[in-house]
């Protein structure tokens, strides 16, 4: 992380009172991103991805908790905004393109009259002009002919065309920032693909800074950066997504590698990896690694040890005792 990072995330807690105690649902995430850049979050359900990107944008359920040191995008200061400012921020300098498609739109609304909200709401531009803006991003995410589209409503539409207006009115304000939560994970393969095209050549035309979260490392492999991965409400390793893909230095990016089929390397049959037993549970305290009861290189001192996310010399950051000196030389 660094100073002049456009996103800068440091020590975001989230919680939830529950009856059996405390859900820490996201512990002590730290990470940021340069300008222009595409961080992947990548882990399993129920890692903390989408509540990260959830209280980035300030959109947790009203019986979440959220702290943090640093949350910072461009040069507002969330944390120290009220709910009034953050309603302002959201759509205009950042915008969220959520994994469901079917059920993001309005089902009541025609696609023109909730794209023209959009820009009603944060621009001021008159009603007429903002159909006309509506009617151009559409042919620009590729929906011809969109005059016609204007005036149907979100059920008249397939998943791939609904997730092209999503992403057609989350740009219409030109946003700094995009959060792009597993916006491909409802859509069949040939379809991701054009979405995730899209949604790449819009980034490179308009200079926007991305989070994508995903599970897939595939998708991880086309479009990122750099790569954050989350295990048990924790970042456990981030990285180049070159470093990370090459070269995982954290047990549990090592065990979501060896679950990926490698073209020209995994045989026809072969079993694929697994992580053996479950995830801990979020309720509260952890006590050293989270990943320790599932990690073939534990030691005891994993059970109780400081496990922060700590900075190597190439930059990289891991939270892991062992990693890289002498992890996988170890039976």
Not at 184 to 190: H, K, R, W
Not at 258 to 278: E, F, Y
Request: hydrophobic share 40%; proline share 5%.
């Amino acid at each position: 992380m660094a100073e002049d990072d456009f996103v800068l995330v440091e020590g975001l807690n989230i919680n939830f009172a529950i009856p059996g105690g405390t859900l820490h649902a996201v512990r002590d995430a730290s990470f940021g991103i340069a300008k222009g850049e595409t961080l992947c979050i990548v882990g399993e359900s129920g890692s903390g991805k989408s509540m990260t990107a959830l209280g980035l944008m300030g959109l947790l359920p009203s019986n979440a908790q959220r702290s943090a040191r640093r949350l910072r995008v461009g040069g507002h200061d969330l944390m120290a905004m009220s709910r009034q400012q953050l309603s302002d921020l959201r759509g205009s300098e950042m915008a969220m393109i959520f994994q469901e498609p079917m059920t993001s739109l309005n089902p009541c609304y025609t696609v023109g009259n909730q794209m023209a909200e959009t820009l009603v709401r944060h621009r001021g531009v008159p009603w007429r002009s903002a159909l006309i803006t509506a009617r151009d991003w559409l042919e620009r995410v590729g929906i011809p002919p969109s005059a016609g589209r204007l005036d149907q409503y979100p059920h008249q539409l397939s998943g791939g065309l609904r997730q092209r207006v999503m992403i057609a009115m989350m740009l219409m304000c030109e946003p700094k920032l995009i959060i792009a939560d597993e916006p491909t994970t409802a859509l069949d393969v040939t379809i991701q693909a054009q979405v995730l095209h899209l949604l790449a050549r819009l980034q490179r035309e308009m200079g926007i800074t991305m989070i994508f979260i995903t599970h897939d490392l595939g998708v991880v492999s086309r479009i990122a950066d750099r790569i954050a991965v989350m295990y048990a409400g924790q970042i456990v390793e981030t990285g180049t997504t070159r470093e990370v893909l090459t070269d995982a230095q954290h047990p549990y990016t090592r065990g979501l590698l060896d679950c990926v089929p490698v073209p020209g390397k995994t045989q026809r049959g072969a079993a694929l990896g697994t992580i053996p037993g479950t995830v801990p549970s979020l309720i509260g305290r952890l006590d050293g690694c989270g990943f320790a009861g599932r990690c073939r290189h534990a030691a005891p001192a994993c059970l109780t040890g400081l496990t922060a996310l700590a900075e190597r010399d190439n930059g990289r950051q891991v939270r892991c005792l062992f990693a890289p000196a002498t992890l996988w030389g170890r039976a």
